[in-house]
T-cell receptor, first 110, second 114 residues
Framework: QKEVEQNSGPLSVPEGAIASLNCTYS??????FFWYRQYSGKSPELIMF????GDKEDGRFTAQLNKASQYVSLLIRDSQPSDSATYLC??????????FGTGTKLQVIP | ETGVTQSPTHLIKTRGQQVTLRCSSQ?????VSWYQQALGQGPQFIFQ???????GRGNFPPRFSGLQFPNYSSELNVNALELDDSALYLC?????????????FGPGTRLTVL
C-alpha cells in the first residue's frame, strides 16, 4: 500500500466550476500535509499546507484535513484554465522526509 | 520564484558514468532534501541534510550520496549510473525539517542516462 494515495485522473472540470482533489494517507504519524501544483516539465510549487483538522482557506483554494479518516482534500473554486496541472499531495511526520503521492492531473476546460 | 537554484538544467550521461548535481538553497535554510521524480510519478525522497549532516535517507542505494556546505549549497552525486536513474532531480530547501517546516523546490535537473 502506498503511503499517500491519489487518483491519477485526469479530472476534468469546466471553467468556473469547483475542482475537488482528494488524497488519503496510511501513516497515522503524519502531522502536516501539503498541496503542490506542478506544471508539465516544471518543479512542484507549494499551494497550501495544513496541520490541523478542519478547513483552511487561501483565496480560491481550500484545504481540508480529517485525521480520523486519514483524508486530505483540496478544493479549487472558480477554476481557471491556468489551474490545469498535476496536483501533488504530500505528508510529513516531521524530521527526515516528506512523502508524496503520484499526483492528480487536473484539466480545466474553457 | 522560491530562491532555490539548481544546475545544470539538463544533463545527458551514459550508463556507468558518475554525475554531480548542484543546488543552492535559500539563505538561512539549514535543511536540504533531494528527490527523484520519474515521469508520471511523484517525487521520491532520496535523503535530507541538516547543517551538513545527513539526517534521513529513503530507499536509494549507497551509490546515491550527497554533501551540504556551510554556504547553503549542496550536491547530489550518483555513481555507476543506470538507465533507471533517468529522471528529474529536485532539491528542496527548508528551515529546519521540523513538523511545520515547508519545503521550497528548485527548478530541477533533468538527467538522461543512455
Amino acid at each position: 500500500q502506498k503511503e499517500v494515495e491519489q487518483n491519477s485522473g485526469p479530472l476534468s472540470v469546466p471553467e468556473g466550476a469547483i475542482a475537488s482533489l482528494n488524497c488519503t494517507y496510511s501513516d497515522r504519524g503524519s502531522q502536516s500535509f501539503f498541496w503542490y501544483r506542478q506544471y508539465s516539465g516544471k518543479s512542484p510549487e507549494l499551494i497550501m499546507f495544513i496541520y490541523s483538522n478542519g478547513d483552511k482557506e487561501d483565496g480560491r483554494f481550500t484545504a481540508q484535513l480529517n485525521k480520523a479518516s486519514q483524508y486530505v482534500s483540496l478544493l479549487i473554486r472558480d477554476s481557471q484554465p491556468s489551474d490545469s496541472a498535476t496536483y501533488l499531495c504530500a505528508s510529513s511526520g516531521g524530521y527526515q522526509k516528506v512523502t508524496f503521492g503520484t499526483g492528480t492531473k487536473l484539466q480545466v476546460i474553457p | 520564484e522560491t530562491g532555490v537554484t539548481q544546475s545544470p538544467t539538463h544533463l545527458i550521461k551514459t550508463r556507468g558514468q558518475q554525475v554531480t548535481l548542484r543546488c543552492s538553497s535559500q539563505s538561512g535554510h539549514n535543511t536540504v532534501s533531494w528527490y527523484q521524480q520519474a515521469l508520471g510519478q511523484g517525487p521520491q525522497f532520496i535523503f535530507q541534510y541538516y547543517r551538513e549532516e545527513e539526517n534521513g535517507r529513503g530507499n536509494f542505494p549507497p551509490r546515491f550520496s550527497g554533501l551540504q556546505f556551510p554556504n547553503y549549497s549542496s550536491e547530489l552525486n550518483v555513481n555507476a549510473l543506470e538507465l533507471d536513474d533517468s529522471a528529474l532531480y529536485l532539491c528542496a530547501s527548508s528551515l529546519d525539517g521540523g513538523i511545520t517546516d515547508t519545503q521550497y523546490f528548485g527548478p530541477g535537473t533533468r538527467l538522461t542516462v543512455l
